[in-house]
């Protein structure tokens, strides 16, 4: 009798997420995409639809698309193995399919607490988990009065967003309103309009991108990465670069402890998850989880400096987990020193020249890059990741080099982007 074909669907596979088609049909899965929306999210890119073995709509009724699900596995002979999340806006309903089909899911119990920055504080505050004061409202009087309870600055930013978007660093009372004003009622980058806001006090500390991969409610920590932020008008700040951490730091050991706990505590026992942490003088605290691949991986880029990367991991994790138990409790190793640089603009306007990518390629220790400029362009001043210019990847076998080039790169980009 001949064997079924086996089928992995990915739900929102924007940005990054791509990839996992790629390296699941390379090893002779199907993978079929789910767009978790009726159209497609404006602000994130989704490419390379057509190379799915199938792609699928869901238009709010759950019932309807897991039928739909039953009838795409059936036509296409298969058994249906995992229904993953590509990136932050399909979580929810990864969640959901996956529990509803008995895959291996985290469930749903805590599916708000792993989405809703408000009631992730509250579930990890109850566990225990050390977390910034805050407060959830849709009322810029509540705001104003939890503030006089708190040193500033102050952090305000959306219950459910990414990429710093709608982040806002607030030093007075004038700037705290300012800041509700401006994302109260506004769209964030997940498509919803923001019903309330969450309020924060402020961590001081040096800020860590950590990245994770579980199976069974194991854990293992695939990379971690110190981020340098930029402070601009307006009180915000957008990232610069982000630098990979040595294993053996005192750093790591104190961040993947701290971070397991966050794991356990909101149940994710499977799949990838992102956690950004600031070391404060008194330990290590959150600033918010996810449980998806990081926006920032690039798999050439990590492969090149880990040999490993968290996209082919979690699907390690998923389809071959004897394979990734046994990389459980190691910490890797680095290959090469990587250097993750954010480009960003001070100006707004029409682009009229721009050629800095034929000077970037030139540079040894640049890996890959993703820039968004074109020439006709109208740029708005980067005021978070979804504004900035794009990403470069570098690595080099001494950190001198990289700063020696990260200095180049900005230099050769004042020079070679030019404005009407």
């Not at 969640?95 to 089909?101: E, G, I, K, N």
């Not at 225990?128 to 305000?156: H, I, M, N």
Request: proline letters at 4%; a negative charge; one cysteine or more.
């Amino acid at each position: 009798m001949p064997q079924r074909n086996k089928l992995v669907i990915i739900v929102d596979a924007y940005g990054p997420a791509r990839h996992f088609r790629h390296y699941l049909q390379q090893q002779g899965y199907l993978c079929a995409h789910l767009l978790g929306t009726p159209q497609p999210l404006p602000r994130l890119k989704l490419t390379e639809l057509d190379r799915y073995d199938a792609a699928l709509i869901h238009h709010g009724d759950l019932a309807a698309t897991a039928r739909r699900i039953e009838e795409l596995a059936q036509e296409l002979d298969a058994e249906l193995q995992e229904i993953l999340p590509g990136v932050e806006p399909g979580v929810l309903l990864a969640d959901q399919l996956s529990h509803r089909f008995q895959l291996r899911s985290n469930g749903i119990a805590k599916s708000l607490a792993r989405r809703d920055k408000s009631v992730m504080a509250d579930v990890l505050s109850a566990a225990g988990v050390k977390v910034p004061s805050y407060c959830r409202t849709a009322s810029l009087d509540e705001a104003l009065a939890f503030s006089r309870g708190q040193q500033w600055p102050l952090v305000l930013k959306p219950l459910d967003s990414a990429g710093t978007n709608g982040v806002f660093f607030c030093h007075s009372e004038q700037e705290l309103a300012h800041a509700f004003d401006q994302v109260m009622g506004a769209e964030n980058n997940m498509g919803l309009i923001n019903q309330a806001v969450l309020v924060q006090s402020f961590l001081q500390g040096k800020e860590y991108m950590v990245n994770t991969v579980s199976r069974d409610g194991r854990h293992l920590i695939t990379d971690i990465w110190f981020a340098e932020k930029t402070r601009i008008s307006g009180y915000a700040y957008i990232y610069d670069k982000n630098h990979l951490i040595d294993s053996g730091s005192a750093e790591y050991a104190l961040l993947r402890d701290y971070v397991f706990t966050v794991l356990d505590a909101l149940d994710i026992r499977y799949g990838p998850a992102h956690a950004e942490v600031i070391i404060t003088p008194d330990g290590p605290v959150l600033v918010e989880v996810a449980s998806r691949i990081s926006g920032g991986v690039d798999p050439e880029f990590n492969q090149l400096c880990l040999s490993h990367d968290q996209i082919t991991l979690t699907l390690e994790s998923y389809l071959r987990p004897d394979a990734f138990l046994q990389r459980i409790g190691q910490r890797y190793q680095i290959r090469k020193h990587g250097l993750q640089l954010f480009l960003s603009s001070s100006q707004a306007g029409v682009v009229t020249a721009f050629d800095f990518p034929e000077h970037l390629s030139r540079i040894a220790s640049v890996v890959n890059y993703n820039l968004k400029p074109k020439v006709g362009d109208t740029l708005a001043k980067t005021i978070d990741l979804s504004s900035s210019l794009g990403i470069v990847h570098l690595a080099a076998d001494d950190q001198a080099t990289l700063q020696a080039d990260y200095q180049h790169i900005q230099h050769l980009l004042a020079r070679h982007l030019q404005f009407a």
